[in-house]
Structures are given as structure tokens and as C-alpha cells.
């Protein structure tokens, strides 16, 4: 995956190397793909559940067709593009009082994570525990030491590093980058990964959702926060709604009651409400009103976000 040099906001374009496809694909060469237009073969109703998207791949060499099928099935699942789970959603709750306006709003939306679950993982390790503009600042140190610069398109942009080079690097390296006790769970996660203690195909398997919460605890440096999101962005388990932040409850507790409510009055009423669906039903609600503050800012929501 690509990042903006100067930033830690994901571009509209996507990169990836051939060891983030967990050695299916055995490319050395970056392959680049760019959406054509985010309006192409949109939907135009809620119901319309046959979209397609139209990308384009560019790479040094032409990809032969069993690196394209890999590059397909690897979006397919990264942004949960085959799922059945979001159909049956819409239908059952576009005219629901809570949720129906932001289903109309995005419809189709889906959980995804562009991401590898190790890059994945990085990120969530440079944001615990900080402000965001630390974060960004501690990714772009890692990005200069280890990523790879590429120009496209008229954009300087940095690929993610291979997970040997933080294996290679000395803790004390890391930590002069100002990455404190992150430093540490870098490299034993990176060890994880290369001692095959993680293998995140084998994760994919997994569709019993307490023995993949089970399997995801054993990441080094991942706690229950952490293992929630990966189940629900990152393997598409719908229901994981075990744990909530305060932070995020305090927004979603202000969207659904209009004040402040206990995560545990909001897990109560999602589960009771919307069932198999609670925890894709809290993050509709939770995106929803992000998007809504990036198009006109919300003043209440403004004070909850540390930047």
C-alpha cells in the first residue's frame, strides 16, 4: 500500500509489493492499480447490488493472467467485495430510524482494510497511546529509513518495507527513530510474521469468531481493541462488537441517544437492535458521521478528535 510522503492519509492509489500477498504472488516489481473514477458503474439505488469496478494496473512488465487473478482475489478480499453478509444488511435496515440515513448516504459501503494484516498491525502500533500528528510523525520517520520511494503519476509516494528489514534493524535503531517502547513490539511482531506464528492465510480460514479472537491474541502488542477492529476490518466478522473505546462510544453514544451513554448501554441496544449486525451497524454510524464532518465540520465532533 502506498503513502503520501509528507502524511499518513492512504491516496486514492494502491501498491503492492509481492511479499504483502503473504508469498502468493512472487512479484519483485511494485504493481500500481488506480481506480479510473470513484463514479464508475456506481450504484444508483441501495438495491442496485451488482456494481463493478473498473481498475487499472501498472507495472514495469506486463503482469502475466495468474498475477492479475491474484491481484483480483487479494481486493476481492481485502475490501470485502464478495460479501453477502452487506446485501442482506441494506435490505433489512435501509428504512431503519438510525441507520437508514447513512445507508442511503453509503450505500454498499463495506469494512475493508487495504492494508496486509502486518502493515496493518504497524499502524496500530504507531497509533497507541499518542496524538495523531505524533503518529503521522513517527510513520514518516519509519517510511524514510525503510520504506521504498516511487513516483507515479506525478506523485511521490512511499511502499511499505519488507518485514526482514525491521527483523535486520536493531531495537536501538528503531528507537532513535523516536518510536519509544513501539520499537520492541515492531520487531517481535516482524519476528511473528517471519517465524510463521502469524500467517494471515491461514487467519483467513478462521470463520469461528472466538477462535480467531483466540488466534489474534497471540500478536504480540495486540490487545482487545486491536483484535476487534482486525475481526471486523480486516476479516469481516460483522458482529464483533466485544469491545468499544470510549472515545469512539462517546461519538456513536451522541449519534443514536443525541448525549453521552455508557459503551455498555450502546452494546445493549446495537446487539438488541440489529443483531448478527451490531458491530457493521456501529460503524456505519461512526463513518457516517466522520464523512459528514469532512463535508460540513460538526463543531461537537470537532472537540472529541485529539489531532
Partial sequence: MLISPRHAELESNCAFNGYNFEGKLSLRRAIILREQSSRILQPT????????????????????????????EELQWRFDLNSTGIPRFVRRFSGDRYLGPAIRRRFGMRLKSGYSLYEYLVITVMLQNTMVSRSVSMLQALFERFGQRLVFDGQELWAFWDRERIHQASEEELRSLKLGYRAKTLKRQADQFLEGVIDEAELRRIRDRSLLAESLDGIYGAGPQSAWYMASEMF????????????????????????NASVRKIQDFLTKRY???????????LIDVFWQHRETPLRWLSQLVRR
Fill in 275 to 285: 443483531g448478527e449486525f451490531r458491530l457493521l451497524a456501529f460503524s456505519y454510524l
Fill in 236 to 259: 469481516h466478522f460483522y458482529d464483533a462488537l466485544d469491545y468499544v473505546s470510549p472515545w469512539e462510544g462517546k461519538i456513536v453514544g451522541r449519534v443514536l441517544f443525541g448525549r
Fill in 45 to 72: 439505488s441501495p438495491f442496485d447490488f451488482r456494481p463493478k469496478i473498473r481498475a487499472t494496473v501498472f507495472a514495469r512488465k506486463e503482469p502475466s493472467n495468474s498475477a492479475l487473478e491474484e491481484i483480483v
